[in-house]
């Protein structure tokens, strides 16, 4: 894969008015300062979205917008619910699917994150598919198999080599807390994960990395870590540290371990 990625999951910060002022700015950098060698995407909440994608198409920024998630269902009642194809209308590229803030507080089992994969490729979206274990799995030495399984779980009725798939291990144990995982521990998952994908023929996806990255870390993960990019949250709501990320994965990506 020739480009890194970079995602800003603003989680549920921003309204809409705040969500033009940091796309126009972080639009407005990456235009001066063009990082080549990275696709970026903003991940806002459902109601910035539609005010982030026509930022994005005034400013013809190569920057793309993605949803945090989406229902499995093409349409109905299922009330609160945001369809894939409704994501679309809305100039959306990307969902992010199965965030482990989804799995744990809003029951998401790994039937309904298969099925919302499915439901994202099949509506012509590109699946940021988020896995990764929690801190008694990790104690346990139990991760590998844990991931391997959600991997498998995940993919279960997507077309094999579906470049619209994209992974990001995230332990839940490093979200948001500030601990991030060894670079040693990034690169022996990375391993495990494009082991499992090869073997389920999805060798051409992305894998990523994400769980209290900033702009101090992102450099040495991206060369040591041997990732593709970054699932970042914290850090992208500021336009200098997520900046500095996407500046990182682009210095260091051709680099990489
Ligand atoms: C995330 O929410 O996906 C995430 C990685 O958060 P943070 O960067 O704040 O740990």
């Not at 921003?14 to 969500?19: G, I």
């Not at 690169?187 to 994908?197: F, K, P, V």
Request: glycine residues 8%.
């Amino acid at each position: 894969m020739s480009k890194a990625l970079v995602i800003g999951n603003w989680k549920m910060n921003l309204d809409h008015v705040e969500a033009v002022h940091l796309t126009q700015q972080i639009a407005a950098l990456l235009a001066s300062r063009p990082a080549d060698r990275v696709d970026v995407v903003l991940a806002p909440p459902f109601v910035d979205l539609r005010s982030v994608t026509s930022v994005l198409e005034a400013e013809h920024s190569v920057i793309t917008a993605a949803a945090q998630h989406a229902s499995d269902r093409d349409n109905g009642a299922f009330t609160g619910e945001v369809s894939v194809s409704m994501l679309k209308r809305l100039g959306v590229s990307s969902v992010i699917v199965g965030h482990s803030e989804r799995r744990t507080l809003y029951h998401m089992d790994d039937a309904l994150v298969a099925s919302t994969v499915r439901a994202v490729v099949r509506g012509g979206l590109d699946a940021v598919l988020c896995i990764g274990e929690n801190l008694a799995t990790r104690e346990a030495q139990e991760h590998d198999d844990f991931v391997r399984q959600q991997l498998l779980s995940a993919l279960e009725g997507v077309q094999e080599s579906n470049e619209r798939v994209t992974v990001a291990y995230e332990p839940i144990w490093a979200i948001g807390t500030g601990q991030t995982a060894t670079t040693e521990q990034i690169r022996d998952m990375m391993s495990t994960i494009r082991t499992q994908l090869s073997a389920l023929r999805f060798s051409t996806s992305r894998v990523l990395y994400g769980g209290s990255v900033n702009a101090e870390n992102a450099a040495t993960i991206v060369t040591d870590g041997g990732v593709d990019g970054f699932l970042v949250g914290g850090a992208s709501l500021k336009t200098d540290s997520f900046a500095a990320i996407i500046g990182a994965c682009n210095d260091c990506y051709a680099e990489r371990r």
